[in-house]
């Protein structure tokens, strides 16, 4: 009875090898930040993607009318690549701060501070402008 299962056991050992180094490789290819976004010219584009992203179906624009400022946080979070660090500051058209609270997900850590500034434009019939200051840096 020992004989016949021995090759079993080897084979779920095998696999489960196997599920534990797909695991790990999973797991570490999301935590690594990609090459593009080590300098900070292409991290101030990566943070221009990402405003532009959220201004192409107008949520850029509600986050900001509804003064959503958390929900804004969390969008820019998800659009960003992970380990990177950003304060986003929001004006009206005569440059008055609108953001009462500090849009960001942490402190920064590194001497290269990448910056992104964006124009954003209401879609409602009543014209409003605003100006956005984005902040980027690669947490090390």
Known sequence: ????????????????AAMVIFAGFAVSSNLTMPQSVK???????????????????????????????????????AFLPIGVCFNLTVYDAQMQQLNDVAISNGG?????IAFTEYVCASRNPVFRCYVVHLRMAVAT
Request: proline share 0%; charged share 25%.
């Open 1 to 16: 009875m020992k004989g016949e299962n021995r090759g079993q056991i080897r084979i779920i050992e095998a696999f489960l």
């Open 39 to 77: 300098k900070s010219g292409d991290l101030s584009n990566v943070g221009l993607q990402a405003l532009m992203v959220l201004d192409s179906d107008g949520s850029l624009d509600a986050y900001i009318s509804d003064a959503n400022w958390s929900g804004l946080r969390d969008a820019l979070s």
């Open 108 to 112: 920064f850590s590194s001497q290269r």
